[in-house]
């Protein structure tokens, strides 16, 4: 299976970019505070794109990322200024790059290159253009296109047919479970980038590959 990829499709946020950074620019804002808005604000995000997918309610996750930061103010009585919610959306557009996704990348170069993310373009395209990624990439896609977050099957369909090649092709990688299981489930062969050393979901997918950053897709150069 190894030699049959023809795509290799990455999720962003958690994979290539950290969102766990975005807490220095919350404790900057809200000293004490920037370790619990951090973690809530992440948490909020995925499940408020995960209820709006299951309720018939999409709203892109921008509007959803400001949503959850609002949320996270609310839980510590934090005063939410259109200012400081401005600065901290747009912190988001600039998140750090893992200190090997560059590397790896540029090292692939030659390799079909896809990001494939639950970001919609107003946020991802600028997120991968300030970080310099893009001539690394032969196609950024959105699910903001179909409005069907993953782990939906759709979201994977829409990317597949994009791709224009078949399921099994396609090595998708996530460092987040959810978002492996469902690649996997779809029929994506997939590889985790498990950079917390977190046990492998309970859902009978297992992932075909396990690495601890992106240095182990370096087998494929």
């Not at 000293?31 to 299951?54: A, D, N």
């Not at 750090?96 to 107003?122: A, C, I, R």
């Not at 699910?143 to 993953?150: A, G, L, S, T, W």
Request: hydrophobic letters at 40%.
């Amino acid at each position: 299976m190894e030699n049959s990829i023809k795509a290799f499709v990455f999720d962003v946020y958690g994979t290539l970019f950290d969102v766990t950074a975005i807490k220095k620019e919350c404790e900057e804002l809200y000293p004490g505070y920037g370790e619990k808005i951090s973690q809530t604000w992440r948490s909020k995000q995925v499940e408020y794109f995960m209820l709006r997918q299951l309720m018939g309610n999409y709203a892109t996750l921008y509007a959803i990322t400001h949503d959850a930061l609002k949320y996270a103010l609310n839980e510590n009585d934090l005063q939410a200024s259109k200012e400081n919610e401005q600065k901290l959306l747009d912190a988001y557009l600039h998140l750090p790059l893992y200190s090997e996704s560059k590397e790896v990348l540029t090292q692939l170069k030659d390799k079909n290159l896809v990001v494939f993310s639950n970001g919609s373009h107003d946020m991802l395209d600028p997120l991968v253009k300030n970080a310099g990624l893009e001539e690394l990439f032969d196609q950024v896609l959105s699910i903001d296109d179909v409005k069907q977050f993953k782990p939906t099957p759709a979201s994977y369909q829409y990317a597949l047919e994009q791709l224009g090649i078949e399921s099994h092709e396609v090595l998708f990688m996530s460092s987040n479970g959810w978002d492996v299981s469902g690649a996997k489930s779809f029929g994506f062969q997939t590889a985790w980038i498990n950079r917390k050393g977190m046990p492998v979901e309970e859902l009978d997918l297992e992932p075909d590959y396990i690495f601890d950053d992106l240095t182990g897709l370096l087998k494929w150069k």
